[in-house]
């Protein structure tokens, strides 16, 4: 048993995949979860179905890489909530190409919302962690930030840069007992890798470089961030989690 009191989440990219199914996780576990994405149908939908299965979840559409919109939208949630005692940073876009010839927009729109975005939620809900003396930052990096990826310069970048984040705020944030840590999915079963999911050879080249020969779930990530946010992960801090069937090992 994981123990959580009175806490509440914010995770980003919670309409679909990964972030879904994090937001559902806590939400089982009695935490009160904010839902955000760009998409208020998608985040809405979320959290009705939490809602709908007696769990305590607020949607809530930004675009997180504005950063004048994520500044709106805190200041408004730590108004109306207590507290924000977990942040999960998951949202995140690819644009995929080989960098001769990636336009510079597809730079920049996968630096803004996978890595900058982490910039401006953290600095705006962490504040509020570190005067309580209580927090849990978990960032949702890639496998790709760690090996690197043919194809993916961009967004490999923003997932390496996620990690050096992960690691430098685990140290400014470490006196205040605010843990901050990084996970990185390998080829998860999402709506992102169905092109790869569903083409036999695709899959079958992917899964020559997983030592465990299968694609991982929503649920391997979703249910290592939750125990990253219990109270008894807190003697966990800097550290990069592979949840990758063992290809970066």
């Not at 996780?25 to 998608?42: D, F, N, P, R, W």
């Not at 962490?126 to 005067?131: F, L």
């Not at 996620?162 to 007992?177: C, D, N, P, Y």
Request: glycine residues 10%.
């Amino acid at each position: 048993m994981l123990t959580f009191t009175n806490r509440t989440a914010l995770i980003t990219g919670a309409g679909r995949g990964i972030g879904k199914a994090i937001a559902e996780t806590l939400a089982k576990h009695g935490v009160t979860v904010i839902c955000v994405s760009k998409s208020a149908e998608s985040c809405g939908a979320t959290a009705a179905a939490i809602t709908a299965s007696g769990g305590k979840a607020k949607a809530l559409a930004v675009d997180v890489a504005d950063g004048a919109a994520v500044a709106q939208a805190c200041e408004a949630l730590l108004k109306e909530f207590p507290a924000i005692d977990m942040l999960v940073n998951n949202a995140g876009i690819t644009r995929d190409g080989l960098l001769f010839r990636m336009s510079e927009t597809d730079w920049n729109d996968v630096i803004a919302t996978n890595l900058t975005s982490c910039f401006h939620w953290t600095k705006l809900i962490g504040r509020p962690m570190t005067r309580a003396r209580w927090g849990r930052i978990v960032n949702i990096t890639s496998v790709s930030g760690v090996m690197g990826n043919a194809g993916q310069a961009n967004y490999s970048a923003a997932k390496a840069g996620m990690i050096g984040l992960t690691k430098t705020l685990a140290r400014e944030f470490a006196g205040r007992s605010v843990t901050v840590n990084a996970v990185a999915p390998g080829f998860i079963k999402t709506d992102m890798t169905t092109e790869f999911v569903n083409n036999p050879e695709a899959s079958a080249k992917i899964l020559e470089a997983v030592p465990l020969r299968r694609f991982g779930e929503s649920a391997d990530i979703a249910n290592l961030v939750t125990y990253l946010c219990s109270e008894e992960a807190g003697y966990i801090t800097g550290q990069v989690f592979n949840v990758d069937g063992g290809m970066a090992m």
